[in-house]
């Protein structure tokens, strides 16, 4: 009997959802991806750290004396003139009080003091009246010689008398300058707080400041008793600022002077510049916040940028920097995501239309996001990131947002 039309029709049909059946349960799915496209522009290479502002130079103003210093006239913040605002009083130290043995060996010293002062004005006065004596005796040797009763020898002899007699006195008028001196040392040693033995001298140290800038800190707020050296308050100029990153040693090795860095979360809406003025000779151990023991080293930073853009920066203010240690303008970049090892090599898998290819590629400088592909990709070329183990050579894959 033969077929009708209709028949062949139904039955190629057939044959065909059987055939679309077949594929769909024994093809391959294809594996969703994350890709990314191989291009060219500019690259740095950093080492990142975080780091510290600090005013250039600090002037601290210190007690020259000891004794009481006055109740601060600055408060911290407040603007300062050099050699016009004054910054703080002193007072010198007041006698200590006596105890009943000390009061007793003073009181003493003041009587042998005045005993001696008697002394040497009696023995002054002595020599006042050897010296008259002397004298006389000279004018009447002088005249018996001039009429020639008297020798020569005679007159001779009353002149060095007279001489001694003068250089007597001059001795006795010199012991009671130093007995009045003495006297007066040990009345001082009576001097007590409250007592007016020292009303005649100069009342208080003034203070002002060495510079024109800002009051940083106050030692010493309220008046009180110090000693000579102590600092009472802390000068500066807060748009004189210098910036101190802590590095590990083996990322200060290869710093040199003049390295640019970028200055970032300082609370600006821009990166400021800067660039490495010199990096400490010396490291030291410091541990992590894992308890892991490191070397460390201070690297000081000069601000390339101008005041006016930084406005609000101070001291003592946390920042980020990116310290460039090589750049490139026309680099060619793969993300380091999309890199892997492979029998000790780089690679990455490259999409050639549908299906993924492991494609070894050779890589140069590199840095925290990307590194420079020397060999193996071109631009245009698109790569998956993060390959999962899903992933191999040939396997259909499709990028994630084409789903």
Not at 231 to 259: F, K, M, N, Q
Request: charged share 20%; proline share 5%.
């Amino acid at each position: 009997m033969a077929l009708q039309p209709r028949q062949y029709i139904i039955g190629i049909i057939g044959i065909g959802a059987l055939v679309g059946l077949g594929w769909i349960g024994f093809r391959t799915e294809p594996v969703p991806v994350d890709v990314a496209e191989i291009s060219a522009g500019a690259m740095f290479v950093t080492v990142n750290a975080d780091g510290e502002t600090r005013i250039r130079d600090v002037y601290e103003v210190s007690a020259p004396i000891s004794g009481t210093v006055r109740r601060a006239p600055v408060e911290v913040g407040d603007p300062v003139t050099a050699r016009e605002t004054v910054v703080a009083v002193v007072e010198p130290a007041a006698p200590a009080l006596l105890d009943s043995r000390s009061r007793e060996q003073a009181e003493a010293a003041v009587a042998e003091a005045q005993a001696a002062l008697s002394t040497a004005e009696a023995q002054f006065r002595q020599a006042e009246e050897e010296l008259s004596y002397a004298r006389s005796q000279y004018e009447r040797a002088r005249t018996l010689a001039e009429r020639g009763v008297s020798s020569q020898t005679q007159l001779e002899d009353a002149s060095q008398i007279l001489a001694i007699r003068l250089a007597a006195r001059e001795a006795a008028q010199s012991n009671v300058t130093m007995s009045r001196s003495r006297l007066q040392r040990a009345r001082a040693a009576l001097i007590e707080p409250g007592m007016p033995g020292g009303s005649r001298y100069t009342c208080c140290v003034t203070l002002k400041s060495p510079i024109t800038g800002t009051v940083l800190s106050v030692d010493i707020v309220s008046e009180g008793p110090v000693a000579a050296g102590t600092r009472l308050v802390t000068l500066g100029r807060t748009d004189d600022l210098e910036i101190v990153a802590d590095l590990l040693s083996a990322d200060a090795v290869g710093l040199v002077p003049g390295s640019p860095a970028i200055v970032e979360r300082w609370g600006g809406p821009v990166a400021l510049e800067a660039e490495l003025r010199s990096v400490e000779p010396s490291a030291h151990t410091r541990f992590s916040a894992l308890g892991i023991e490191e070397q460390r080293v201070d690297a000081v930073f000069d601000f390339v940028s101008p005041p006016d853009i930084r406005a609000g920066l101070s001291d003592r203010y946390a920042v980020y920097l990116r310290i460039v240690t090589w750049q490139g303008e026309d680099v060619l970049q793969v993300p380091l995501s999309a890199l892997f090892r492979k029998q000790g090599d780089w690679a990455v898998f490259r999409i050639v239309g549908q299906s993924a290819v492991l494609t070894a590629v050779k890589i140069g400088h590199r840095n925290g996001i990307a590194a420079e592909i020397t060999e193996g990709l071109g631009q245009g070329d698109r790569v998956i990131l993060h390959p999962s183990d899903a992933i191999t050579d040939g396997v259909p894959v499709v990028a994630r947002g084409a789903l």
